[in-house]
């Protein structure tokens, strides 16, 4: 298999990091976002620089193992890089990688609660119900390979007590799943208070499931 790469990496990187901020699925400088490179090399949002004021300067270049290629004086690869290389180096068909709190979705985080597909065609973009991750600590590598387990044969995972990471393609992409996830967390959360979601059919959401895995294959 090719491994995937995003043209225009670090515009890509800076253009849904701010899209990120303005959607509100993150806050101040929390979160991340990386794509990788035609070279293999990886673009990542730097630690500590709030969205609002980050230039493409401010972007990180590592090399698959993490080794930092090209910062700016003062600047360092997020402090969750080992999230972001385990999710490459386990998926060469995905181009980016986001990491976001979105309040919704981080509720059912720190339950360790799935997110249910329970809206009709989710699993055509997610792969099917959004699982959890066992729990490791902020910033170890255990985050990053609970996370891959979690990430099998969908878009999103919940990482335990933290938040949500979410890959494709290139990064709009990543981010439009990110906010659909967002989005459904909170419509289930809202359901359960109507006597809770009713089940769509195992045989459908296996064919939206199907129609994923072609399209994870063949991105547009």
């Given at each position: 298999m090719t491994v995937r790469s995003v043209p225009d990496t670090a515009a890509a990187v800076l253009a849904a990091a701010k899209d990120m901020l303005r959607r509100g699925l993150v806050e101040g400088t929390a979160g991340n976002i990386s794509a990788r490179r035609v070279d293999g090399n990886l673009?990542?949002?730097?630690?500590?620089?709030?969205?609002?004021?980050?230039?493409?300067?401010?972007?990180?270049?590592?090399?698959?193992?993490?080794?930092?290629?090209?910062?700016?004086?003062?600047?360092?690869?997020?402090?969750?890089?080992?999230?972001?290389?385990?999710?490459?180096?386990?998926?060469?068909?995905?181009?980016?990688?986001?990491?976001?709190?979105?309040?919704?979705?981080?509720?059912?985080?720190?339950?360790?609660?799935?997110?249910?597909?329970?809206?009709?065609?989710?699993?055509?973009?997610?792969?099917?119900d959004i699982r959890c991750s066992e729990y490791a600590a902020s910033g170890t590598p255990e985050v990053g390979s609970n996370a891959v387990k979690a990430l099998e044969g969908r878009a999103a995972a919940l990482i335990a007590n933290h938040g949500l990471v979410a890959v494709g393609p290139r990064p709009d992409k990543v981010l439009h799943v990110t906010a659909l996830v967002e989005r459904t967390a909170q419509i289930v959360w809202g359901a359960r208070a109507l006597g809770g979601p009713v089940p769509i059919p195992e045989d459908v959401n296996a064919n939206f499931g199907g129609v994923y895995s072609y399209l994870r294959a063949n991105p547009m």
């Open positions: 673009v990542i949002t730097p630690s500590s620089v709030d969205y609002a004021d980050m230039t493409l300067d401010d972007l990180v270049v590592v090399d698959p193992d993490g080794v930092v290629l090209q910062a700016a004086d003062g600047r360092s690869p997020s402090t969750e890089m080992q999230l972001h290389l385990a999710c490459f180096q386990a998926f060469d068909d995905i181009g980016s990688v986001i990491h976001s709190h979105p309040v919704w979705a981080t509720m059912f985080a720190i339950a360790h609660q799935p997110i249910p597909a329970c809206i009709d065609e989710f699993a055509i973009y997610c792969g099917g």
